[in-house]
Every structure is written in structure tokens, then in C-alpha cells.
């Protein structure tokens, strides 16, 4: 009997021939997640703007332009189309520090949504075990995207255009699957650490460019759409300064060996796994790490041979190679602070699509019918259990929550920053004569914006920088 491959069509589960009772099913799971992700946001984001939000916001204070806007740096990446659509919430909704936090989590419900839609498309009707979706994006183990330092530019809007990716590549007609791409790419890598994709797609679509039974203008189009890609990325250079995310950073690492932990808890910390909590959590970030990086090889094998591959190799591809890179690039840049790190819980959005690719894999595989019906269930188990295993994340977004309000209060009382930083324990910015706090605290004020009441004192120029 010929050898299976790793990316054969689904074996048809018993569960999958009432295909309305498990769109049913799983819409209810959905909905009961979306309600769950819904109150924690109610319950933890706070209007108060804090930390990096006064620097990546200055564009708002300055009254910069659209484009400004787009291409604001802040730290290692750009805003991009984020910066556009933070501008519009933050206009209608004066400012209201928890509306930005809602926003994440609506772009949160949209990638989880269109990653049914992907599962669908790459491999074929959907099962109860599916519930591993929602599960993966309506999770509340990213804290700090909700209740920390909210940044659609950061995690939640590249998670998004990250599944759209996977969805366009399910595409099978090459001109328009190359002409999304490009569209992608661009959005991708003009915003947060999506410029990883600036490398993927224009290296996938030279690939399909040169696969069988093409016609000259099929060739043509993914041809103009990589270099369009690769446009993209000299726009996202143009302009830009290199800013280590942390002072300590050197390359290369006085231990490089380091590196491997640090990445396998990236990938691992959707699923709660943190360092230091045994050696258990280290053969779970192990385990997954591996998971990911071979279904981004093997995935990626396929692709090159058959210089296309087939719906589900591409998108499991495209997303566990950028998991692979993205927990790379975050070990490279931050190993230097403490392993401890790599359990930041605003990286999750980035690594989550990553999961969602070795579901897939999972989901079909070349072993036993007995094992690959045990695959996705033990994956849907570990869903479940991290789901059920929300100690540290609630303590983390509690931790935001009550700094965050009892600093508000305090200055809303005194008008005085150092003060309230020492009566509370708690800052909303390390260095507030770098960032020009007080300017911009008046500057809010003075409009009644934020946390402020409407009454307003007389209006001020804005904070320059």
C-alpha cells in the first residue's frame, strides 16, 4: 500500500454526517466564548491610556496626517492600518481607554470566526472537535492585550490578517489568490510584527510562479504580486530606525543555546505553559515547539516539490512558518532579559495561528484511523485544561485593573503624577518627563477626555514631543 500523505483528505468521522447539529454545536461554544471574552474586557480594561499608548498615540496629540499616521514607528515595528482604526475609536469614543481593549477583542471574534471559515476551506467539514478554534482565539491567556497595554497594532490585528493569509491561500485560482497576497503582505508588514510576512509571501508566490499547468498570464500575475510584496517590505524600511525592544539586547546571544527555551515558550504560552513551573511545562513547550516547527517543514516540503501544494500545505505553511520565525525573532531580541519573559502574554495573538496550523496537521494525519481520531481530541483536551487554568491570567489582568484604577482616582484627587506613583505603587509610564506626561494629562483635561469629566479647563496647545 502506497505511504499515506502527511496532508491526505479527512478521514470522515461518525460526528460529521449531521453537519447541522455540529455547526450548531460549535456556534454555541463560540457564542458562550465570545460572551466569556466580552465580560472580561468589561471587567478589566480601564480608561486610563498607559505606558506605550502615550508614545504611539503622539500622532493623535499631534493632529498628524493619515499617512503620519500609518506609518508611525513605535519601537521595532510600524502601526500601520491599526493606527488608522485606533485613531477613528479613540475620536468617537472621547478617548475611553476601554474602548480600544473592545476593539482588540471584536478583531479577535473576526479571526476566530474567519479560522472556521479556513478550517472549512483547507480541510474539508467542519467536526465537533473543531471547537478547537474558538478555543485557541477567544481565549482571555493574552491578559495584556485586553487589560494591559491594549495596541491593536500589536497582536490582535496582525492575528487577523494572519488567518486571512491562510484563507487566501486555500484559494486555488492563482490570479486572484496572488492579488490578496499582495494586499496582505502590505497590510502585514506596514503594522505590529506582521513584517515577518514581507519575507513569506513574496517567497511563496515565486514559488507558485514557477509550478505546472500555469498560463503565461497566471505566471505574469504571481510574478508582479511578489514584487509588489517585496515593495512592500522596501516601503516598511524606508524611513525606519532599528530600536531594540530592550537595552540589553546583543546579538549574537553570550549563550545561544538559550535561544530554544525562550522560542518553545513563546509557542507555548497560549497554552498557559510558563517557565519555571516544573519540568513538566518545559516537556509541554518542548512538545509543542517541535509540534510547530514540523508542521511548518513538513508543510513547506510539500509546497517546494510540487511548487504549489495543496490548500491545506500552503496555509499550514504560511502559519506555522511564521509562528517559527516569530517565536525566533522574539528569542533573538529578548532572550537577554530572563527566560521569565518569554511567558509575555501579549505575544499570544501571534503564536495562536501557529497552533491553529498544527491543528490542522493534527487534524489530519498519515497514522492509524485510531490515531488520527486521538490527535485532535487530545489537542481539543489541551484547549479545554488551559481554558480551565486561569490563575495567572486573571492575577496579571487584576493586577493592570487595580493599578490602572486606583491611579486614576488618586490624580483625578491630586493633579500630581509623582505623587499618585508613590501613593499607589503603581505607574503609568517609567519616565514621565520623557514622554511628556503632565502636557498630556492637561492636554486631555483641558478637552474632557479620557478619564476626565467634562468640565474642562481652558484649552492647551497640544504636547509636542
Not at 474558538?134 to 481565549?139: E, G, K, R, Y
Not at 486573571?394 to 493592570?400: H, K, P, W
Not at 484627587?413 to 519616565?431: K, L
Amino acid at each position: 500500500m502506497p505511504r499515506a500523505s502527511l496532508f491526505r483528505e479527512p478521514i470522515v468521522l461518525s460526528m460529521t454526517r449531521r453537519p447541522r447539529a455540529v455547526a450548531a454545536v460549535l456556534a454555541g461554544v463560540f457564542v458562550l466564548l465570545a460572551l466569556r471574552l466580552g465580560h472580561f474586557v468589561d471587567r478589566f480594561a480601564v480608561n486610563l491610556v498607559f505606558w506605550d499608548q502615550w508614545d504611539f498615540l503622539q500622532g493623535l496629540f499631534d493632529g498628524a496626517d493619515a499617512w503620519t499616521l500609518f506609518r508611525w514607528q513605535h519601537g521595532p515595528h510600524r502601526q500601520g492600518l491599526a493606527q488608522w482604526i485606533i485613531a477613528g475609536v479613540y475620536r468617537v469614543s472621547d478617548w475611553n481607554g476601554r474602548a480600544d481593549a473592545a476593539c482588540a477583542a471584536v478583531v479577535m471574534l473576526l479571526a476566530g470566526g474567519l479560522a472556521l471559515v479556513l478550517v472549512r476551506r483547507a480541510a474539508g467539514s467542519l467536526r465537533l472537535v473543531d471547537a478547537v478554534v474558538p478555543l485557541l482565539f477567544l481565549t482571555t491567556q493574552n491578559a495584556e492585550t485586553y487589560a494591559g497595554t491594549p495596541n491593536l497594532a500589536h497582536g490582535a490585528l496582525p492575528c487577523l490578517i494572519l488567518v486571512a493569509v491562510g484563507c487566501a491561500l486555500t484559494l486555488e485560482s492563482p490570479a486572484p489568490r496572488a492579488v490578496l497576497l499582495a494586499v496582505l503582505s502590505l497590510l502585514g508588514v506596514s503594522g505590529g510584527f506582521g513584517m515577518t510576512l514581507g519575507g513569506i509571501i513574496p517567497a511563496m508566490l515565486l514559488v507558485f510562479a514557477l509550478g505546472p499547468g500555469l498560463t503565461v498570464r497566471e505566471r505574469v500575475v504571481q510574478l508582479v504580486a511578489a514584487l509588489l510584496s517585496a515593495a512592500g517590505v522596501l516601503l516598511f524600511l524606508h524611513g525606519y530606525t532599528l530600536q531594540p525592544a530592550v537595552e540589553c539586547f546583543v546579538f549574537p546571544h553570550p549563550r545561544p543555546l538559550e535561544y530554544l527555551p525562550f522560542g518553545a515558550f513563546v509557542l507555548a504560552r497560549p497554552f498557559g505553559v510558563l517557565p519555571g513551573h516544573g519540568a513538566a511545562a518545559g516537556v509541554l513547550a518542548g512538545a509543542l515547539g517541535l509540534g510547530v516547527l514540523g508542521a511548518a517543514v513538513g508543510a513547506t516540503v510539500q509546497v517546494l516539490r510540487s511548487r504549489g501544494g495543496t490548500a491545506r500545505a500552503r496555509a499550514v505553511s504560511a502559519l506555522a512558518g511564521f509562528a517559527v520565525l516569530f517565536a525566533a525573532q522574539s528569542a533573538v531580541g529578548r532572550v537577554c532579559t530572563g527566560l521569565e519573559f518569554a511567558a509575555a502574554s501579549r505575544y499570544v495573538p501571534y503564536v495562536i495561528p501557529g497552533l491553529l496550523a498544527l491543528y490542522l496537521m493534527l487534524r489530519d494525519t498519515r497514522f492509524s484511523p485510531h490515531v488520527a481520531r486521538a490527535l485532535p481530541v487530545c489537542f481539543l483536551l489541551l484547549c479545554v485544561a488551559k481554558e480551565l487554568r486561569m490563575g495567572p491570567s486573571l492575577d496579571e489582568a487584576r493586577a493592570y485593573s487595580t493599578g490602572k484604577r486606583h491611579w486614576r482616582d488618586c490624580y483625578l484627587r491630586e493633579h500630581d503624577i509623582a505623587r499618585c506613583d508613590r501613593e499607589t505603587g503603581f505607574s503609568v509610564y517609567p519616565d514621565p518627563s520623557w514622554t511628556h506626561l503632565q502636557a498630556k494629562l492637561d492636554w486631555l483635561e483641558a478637552r474632557g477626555l479620557s478619564f476626565f469629566h467634562a468640565r474642562a479647563r481652558p484649552a492647551v496647545a497640544a504636547p509636542q514631543r
